[in-house]
């Protein structure tokens, strides 16, 4: 058992209590452990593995971090919490990697979350994200994709809301999309189809209503109000 283990190092700073059960039979062990008031900083990262080649994410620092994580090295779940600068992050994670194929049902929530430091483009996001299913191979892959943004930005779109769901089966992926940016409504519909790994083909169908080309371009000539459905296939 670990009571409480408290560790600071450049600007990061840990709390930690859990407990281990099974030592004698590894493949059984079973980890419960649980991290509180914790804080870290990227460029601790960077500077205690300067040898590898790391993405290079200035200013970027979770804090109120609290997470519990409960299960078996390949089969766990994990749940928490933290502020990154002025946004806060929730997310609840399962993943089994015992099966044959990979298990995982994860759920993030964002508040004011600003992505800047690792995208290099102002956002500012509010909403939800769903992934639950099986596998990873388009053949055999079984999953259900939900997300859901409001009120939000990423870089000059204004994002009054956008709802995306997708669900594969058997090398087919099935997207469906609704959303308002920049007060233009967009709808598309469609899938992918990889039963071909060659030559993996698409069908997608939308529409475009009061789309002003102004806020993506910059440019004030550009101002518009474009209305068209399209159609892509190959």
């Known amino acids: 058992n670990i009571k409480k283990l408290s560790a600071d190092l450049l600007g990061t700073h840990l709390e930690l209590t859990g407990n281990m059960k099974n ?18 900083e990227y460029e601790d990262v960077l500077r205690l593995l300067p040898t590898l080649d790391l993405p290079q994410f200035k200013n970027f620092r979770l804090s109120n971090f609290n997470t519990t994580f409960k299960g078996e090295p390949l089969n766990f779940r994990v749940v928490g919490n933290a502020n990154v600068d002025s946004g806060k992050i929730k997310f609840d994670t399962y993943l089994n990697l015992e099966q044959k194929e990979m298990a995982y049902n994860a759920k993030l929530t964002t508040a004011n ?6 995208i290099n483009s102002h956002t500012l996001l509010n909403g939800k994200i769903k992934i639950k299913g099986k596998g990873t191979d388009p053949a055999n892959l079984k999953t259900k994709f939900d997300i859901y943004l409001h009120n939000s930005l990423f870089g000059n779109g204004i994002i009054d809301s956008v709802h995306i769901k997708a ?47 102004q806020p993506f371009t910059q440019n004030e000539e550009l101002k518009s109000s474009l209305n068209f459905n399209f159609s892509v296939a190959m």
């Open 167 to 213: 669900n594969s089966l058997a090398n087919i992926i099935d997207i469906n999309l609704n959303g308002e940016i920049n007060k233009s409504i967009s709808k598309l519909s469609g899938k992918l189809d990889f039963s071909d790994r060659k030559n993996p083909s698409y069908d997608f169908n939308g529409t475009l209503k009061k789309l002003n080309l």
């Open 113 to 118: 979350l600003d992505v800047s430091p690792i």
């Open 23 to 40: 030592l004698d039979n590894p493949s059984k062990l079973f980890l419960d452990a649980k991290i509180v008031n914790s804080s870290a």
